[in-house]
């Protein structure tokens, strides 16, 4: 089985994955966790994936163009999308 999680934070799950029951599971090569950086798909020059919410106030959503560009990315005709 093959996952692959897009995220902007890669390193973050680095130790989770190693020390996890994924991790048994990769160790016995049932599994391979590969991590794609969102912010690779961004189309600027700061790599920017947020923006302000529409209608304004406070916070940050994620842009919808470099998550879809980065799920494209890594989908096969065979894969199983889950967000």
């Known amino acids: ?3 692959t999680v897009l995220t902007l934070f890669p390193e973050m799950y680095r130790d989770f994955v190693s020390t996890s ?9 049932l599994v391979t ?3 794609v950086q969102i912010r690779d798909f961004a189309h600027d020059n700061y790599r920017h994936v947020d923006d302000k919410p529409f209608g304004g106030g406070l916070g940050q959503v994620m842009k919808c ?3 879809l560009d980065a799920l494209n990315s890594v989908k096969t005709e ?3 999308s889950m967000m």
Request: a positive charge; glycine letters at 10%.
């Open 1 to 3: 089985m093959r996952i």
């Open 21 to 29: 029951i994924i991790g048994r599971a990769i160790e016995r090569g």
């Open 33 to 35: 966790v590969d991590f």
């Open 65 to 67: 163009q470099p998550v």
């Open 78 to 80: 065979n894969s199983y």
